[in-house]
């Protein structure tokens, strides 16, 4: 008896050390949170239903899944695990394979709360295929493969996924068998990867446990969006506190060390950010750059920086981001002071649209679009003026974000909207941005979105033969001016085969610099049907384009080296209009006024001055 009483006293001992209770988890005002995956979670009741997902697994499964990407020669892994019990090991190692013997190359202690490890490998060889295995204890193991970098490949493969509804919980086997079999070389999931908000360590094993099977053998993007963190919609205000969760004011409502887990589980892996600092409340930042395979990513939060309508501007709908004033000005919301990326990352990315070190084409990658694409929201009869959820809003600011994407010619690919688009922005006018693809919901059971605009004329319609009848050249409903390429919409919410859900599939020719964009229904078996895509799909464009401002004249280059990055840079103002790798020696480049013009060139970074005083012709 006194044996069994030490026993107990230790364990208690032991769990009292390393789980807190719920609530000094994540503070008394808030003991909900997580609270599956905390405390003395094994001595409750586990679900009958499928609502969530039974954490409770045999242990030698308790390695849920991992996932990683590879960027300048490092490696970073994280394995999720299931929660532990007291008396389990809080080391996972991590082994690779060489020669039929696995090696162990690192150990990392589990990060409570989350139950995730995270390591990371210097010095990675990129050039070949290397088998991983992830341990824990003795029994629990989970492998995959980390690729050798698709340096050589003349074209980069990715896919694109957002939204994944918990409505509807379980395998996502049409998801797997279509990605393995396009066997893309990069996946990105730009936000809501789970909607159980308050239980995000479940809901992300859920995600994980659906989507491990690609996961595990390539590189992975997850950014994490509102849902993601337990809101229904977030404008971050630079860390600030939200007064609910539905988050108008701005801020964030749950507590940092909630966020700050939850950004963890998602984005330690991916490289380090751009600047760590971290905003109010010690809220942790991840947006940063990867290169990959000869693609340069910049990895965006959209939505942390970003201004709350609440408080900002007047109250014009149902509710304070959703706009129904008829006649209403759109200049009215676009007021000063109000931010959406933020200086930081403005500057992030004018810096990264310099740097072309390994790379040929460069992407964006965030959660909402900068736009405003949609019309209906919910049903057919709710119809909006504006929604200032989308990137759409505030206005000079989304115009400033896009001036700098276009400085590198950037192709944009994001999610959230549950409607896929493609979209080509217009800053000053119409076509003069660049292109962004928005994905389909991986599943979307909660908010159907169409677009219908109440203008059936568009402008100049560059697709004039599209299958699809409001394409062309309109303005979103802050005013913005978009150039409509192809959406689709759901046929019937109620039918999970025609709401529209999907995924995006993105083709990168290096070589040429045409970038495709194909749109697959969910349900379509790509294999067998590899050309049943969504009505208006594939869309081939020129990353060229991504810049589309009409040229007043050019200037003449010839460079002394192969493939040099060029820049162009107007001496009057001293603003860079663009820097590109060149696919050619030698060419013409276009300019947009009769100023005169600086151009550099170099190998990886323009850090070599070609000529100056240059008048276009």
């Not at 990867?193 to 446990?209: D, K, S």
């Not at 990315?349 to 209906?376: E, M, R």
């Amino acid at each position: 008896m006194r044996n069994c009483l030490i026993l107990l006293f230790t364990t208690l001992t032991l769990h009292s050390k390393q789980m807190p209770n719920s609530e000094t988890t994540f503070g008394k005002k808030f003991p909900e949170l997580d609270n599956r995956a905390t405390a003395d979670w094994w001595t409750r009741q586990q679900p009958t239903k499928k609502k969530y997902l039974n954490l409770d697994v045999s242990r030698e499964n308790v390695i849920g899944f991992a996932l990683y990407t590879l960027h300048n020669k490092t490696l970073k892994l994280t394995a999720q695990l299931f929660p532990l019990k007291p008396d389990e090991t809080q080391t996972v190692r991590l082994e690779i394979k060489k020669d039929d013997t696995w090696t162990e190359v690192a150990k990392e202690k589990i990060t409570y709360p989350g139950w995730s490890a995270h390591f990371r490998v210097s010095n990675w060889n990129h050039t070949s295929d290397t088998p991983y295995r992830v341990r824990h204890g003795e029994k629990a193991t989970f492998e995959g493969l980390i690729r050798k970098e698709p340096t050589n490949n003349e074209i980069l493969t990715i896919a694109s996924l957002s939204c994944n509804s918990s409505l509807t919980p379980g395998p996502r086997k049409n998801f797997i068998n279509n990605l393995l079999h396009l066997n893309p070389d990069l996946l990105f999931f730009a936000g809501d990867q789970t909607y159980h908000h308050t239980q995000h360590t479940t809901g992300w094993l859920e995600f994980g446990l659906q989507f491990r099977e690609v996961l595990k053998n390539r590189p992975t993007i997850t950014i994490p969006d509102d849902h993601d963190i337990g809101q229904a919609n977030l404008w971050g205000d630079s860390g600030s506190i939200a007064s609910s969760s539905a988050g108008p004011d701005g801020g964030y409502f749950y507590p940092a060390a909630y966020v700050n887990m939850v950004q963890r589980q998602q984005t330690w892996h991916l490289p380090d950010p751009h600047d760590a600092t971290p905003v109010k409340q010690n809220i942790s930042v991840y947006y940063t750059n990867l290169t990959y395979g000869g693609v340069s990513f910049a990895i965006l939060e959209d939505r942390k920086f970003k201004s709350g309508p609440k408080g900002n501007i007047p109250k014009m709908g149902p509710r304070p981001d959703h706009i129904n004033v008829p006649g209403y000005d759109p200049k009215s919301v676009d007021l000063p002071g109000l931010t959406l990326l933020g200086d930081r990352q403005l500057k992030f990315l004018n810096q990264w649209s310099q740097d072309w070190t390994n790379a040929d084409l460069k992407v964006v990658l965030s959660q909402p679009p900068f736009c405003s694409a949609v019309h209906l929201h919910g049903s057919r009869k709710n119809r909006l003026l504006a929604d200032l959820d989308s990137n759409a809003w505030p206005q000079t600011p989304r115009n400033k974000a896009l001036i700098e994407i276009r400085r590198a010619r950037a192709t944009h690919l994001c999610g959230d909207q549950h409607l896929a688009n493609v979209v080509k922005h217009g800053i000053s006018s119409h076509n003069d941005g660049p292109y962004s693809f928005t994905s389909p919901a991986i599943v979307n059971t909660i908010y159907g979105r169409w677009w219908e605009p109440l203008d059936k004329k568009a402008g100049p319609n560059p697709r004039p033969k599209s299958p699809l009848p409001w394409t062309g050249n309109y303005h979103d409903g802050l005013g913005n001016k978009i150039t409509m390429l192809a959406y689709a919409n759901p046929k019937n919410t109620r039918d999970e085969k025609q709401r529209g859900d999907g995924y995006g599939f993105i083709q990168l020719n290096k070589k040429t610099g045409k970038i495709t964009f194909n749109c697959y229904p969910r349900f379509n078996n790509v294999k067998e049907n590899p050309k049943n895509q969504y009505s208006g799909w594939p869309i081939t464009i020129s990353t060229d384009r991504n810049d589309g401002r009409k040229a007043t004249g050019h200037l003449n280059f010839e460079s002394p080296i192969e493939n040099p990055v060029i820049q162009v840079i107007n001496e009057k103002s001293n603003e860079i209009l663009y820097t590109f790798r060149s696919r050619n020696k030698s060419g013409q480049l276009p300019v947009y006024t009769d100023d005169t013009f600086t151009i550099k060139f170099g190998k990886n970074t323009p850090d070599k001055t070609l000529s100056t005083n240059l008048s276009p012709k």
